[in-house]
């Protein structure tokens, strides 16, 4: 059975951090890309950033870039999102996702990603 499981959401105020964590259990996807992607309500899901199958390899959205960094261990086979300088538009439901196969791209779309996890609620408020 494949399962992503995300961790590490919750409260913060703005300006504060948070780290996601998504452990894969039931497969290795060492060679697949892996994103984070989120949706705020009443709008559609985005990739926010997207790792290839290195570190080396990665995409931000331009409301993220500078403030959040996408890494991978492919040994844990885990991949985190380090979310620093949070602002309240940042407020949504954050997801792990894997690709549909395996290769060096790295995918912005939802539909190249076919393993996704339950979600985890990310909320910056004062």
């Known amino acids: 059975q494949v399962q992503l499981v995300e961790s590490g959401g919750g409260l913060v105020q703005p300006g504060g951090s948070l780290r996601l964590s998504c452990a894969a259990s039931?497969?290795?996807?060492?060679?697949?890309?892996m994103g984070w992607f989120r949706q705020a309500p009443g709008k559609e899901r985005e990739a926010v950033a997207v790792?290839?199958?290195?570190?080396?390899?990665?995409y931000y959205t331009d409301s993220v870039k500078g403030r959040f960094t996408i890494s991978r261990d492919n040994y844990k086979n885990t991949m985190y999102l380090q979310m620093n300088s949070l602002k309240p538009e940042d407020t949504a439901v954050y997801y792990c996702?894997?690709?549909?196969?395996?290769?060096?791209?790295?995918?912005?779309?939802?539909?190249?990603?076919?393993?996704w996890g339950q979600g985890t609620q990310v909320t910056v408020s004062s």
């Open positions: 790792i290839g199958r290195s570190d080396a390899s990665t």
């Open positions: 996702a894997a690709g549909r196969r395996p290769g060096p791209l790295v995918y912005t779309q939802t539909y190249e990603y076919g393993y």
């Open positions: 039931g497969r290795t996807f060492s060679n697949y890309a």
